[in-house]
């Protein structure tokens, strides 16, 4: 399923096949949470802003419109249009993050809905039966986000708890997709590692997840309070572990530099909600950092967002008129921000593999890590 082509340090160039096409790795995902982009964005679009792989979330679309009527409906590749690869989070992030009073046990985790405060039970089994019933290429196992900071021995607790989820998540999952109705039979499960920031709890828990064989592992539970070095430190320990043969996905990060220090740290998946929530504010990436699409400076300027940049915004349109859009209120200037954004996000992707290709990825690190982040 996971081709490794090149590498360059440990830097990976690869291509994951699944039922629904091939992708080219590096790559970023681009976050549909609730089978849309936040901003107007169609799957349309989402093909012609260079999208590889779409990421919707089981939390959300089992409270909202559910899981059982998207299957009725031909699944989420039918449902939103998309026929691209479609990856899964499961559910565990936003069980953490939104769910109030939830209550963990090693059953699973019992949490009152965000949206009308229903009561609501997930266990391993019914994350992955929800997957299964979205139709995913690829379903993430279900597991325990600790906030930072956290004591040593919950987090241990917690990480043992999650290996134990996997188990079951894998044995769902291979029972289901023998089932002559499934969605999408060849649904893969992508195991997640955790234990904070803890070295010696990440690579223990990474050593054992390992052994189940996977189609492929995330690193998650990063980015949730934790300082950049304290992140890179965690991926440079749990790297060692993974199996090389495998995909790495680096969950819910993040900024252009992050991307690029994820591939130079050996990651191949990246996703984050930040192209197109940066985009709605206004914040535009282009090739020289972050511009503030709504500074006054930009009222009579002519030229495109990015010179650099050959995104359907770029040739169309100007900074001044996006700068009339925002300031005016209206919607078209978020749709055409987070589409600019998004086209960033995937041409990074797209210039990482080339870089990767022509054996000069440490030199496109080296001009651009940095760069990308400063604000204008």
């Known amino acids: 399923m996971f081709e490794l082509l090149k590498t360059e340090g440990r830097a990976r160039r690869g291509v994951f096949h699944t039922p629904h096409g091939a992708v080219q790795t590096p790559v970023f995902m681009n976050v549909g949470t609730q089978a849309a982009i936040k ?40 449902f939103m249009n998309w026929q691209g690869p479609i990856l899964t989070d499961s559910g565990g992030f936003q069980i953490f993050s939104l769910a109030r009073l939830r209550k963990i046990t090693e059953e699973g985790t019992a949490f009152n809905s965000h949206i009308d405060g229903r009561r609501v039970f997930m266990a391993p089994e019914d994350s992955i039966r929800i997957q299964s019933n979205l139709g995913s290429d690829i379903a993430m196992a279900f597991d325990e986000c600790v906030g930072l900071p956290a004591p040593y021995d919950y987090v241990k607790d917690s990480a043992d708890r999650t ?21 999408n039979p060849g649904q893969m499960l992508f195991g997640i590692n955790q234990g904070a920031t803890y070295k010696d709890i990440r690579c223990d828990h990474m050593d054992a997840i390992a052994q189940l064989d996977l189609p492929g592992y995330a690193i998650g539970g990063l980015a949730v309070g934790e300082s950049t070095q304290e992140m890179y430190d965690t991926i440079d320990a749990v790297e060692e572990h993974m199996p090389k043969d495998k995909p790495r996905y680096l969950m819910g990060v993040g900024t252009p530099s992050n991307i690029i220090e994820g591939v130079h740290r050996g990651i191949d998946f990246f996703d984050c909600v930040m192209p197109a929530r940066n985009g709605r504010h206004g914040h535009l990436f282009t090739w020289d950092g972050i511009i503030n699409i709504k500074n006054g400076k930009y009222a009579r300027d002519e030229s495109p967002v990015d010179p650099e940049c050959d995104c359907p915004v770029c040739r169309s349109y100007t900074r001044g008129y996006l700068r009339h859009l925002f300031v005016s209120g209206e919607i078209l200037g978020l749709r055409l921000a987070v589409a600019h954004n998004l086209y960033f996000y995937n041409k990074l992707a797209e210039k990482i593999r080339q870089s990767l290709d022509e054996g000069r990825f440490e030199r496109f690190r080296s001009r651009y890590s940095e760069i990308l982040c400063v604000r204008k």
């Open 163 to 183: 290996r134990r989820w996997l188990v079951r998540c894998k044995a769902e999952l291979e029972r289901l997709n023998a089932v002559q109705e499934t969605v």
């Open 39 to 78: 901003g107007g964005l169609s799957a349309r679009d989402l093909r012609e802003l260079g999208c590889q792989i779409e990421l919707s979330n089981t939390y959300h679309l089992h409270l909202r419109p559910g899981d059982h009527l998207i299957r009725e409906l031909g699944g989420l590749h039918k």
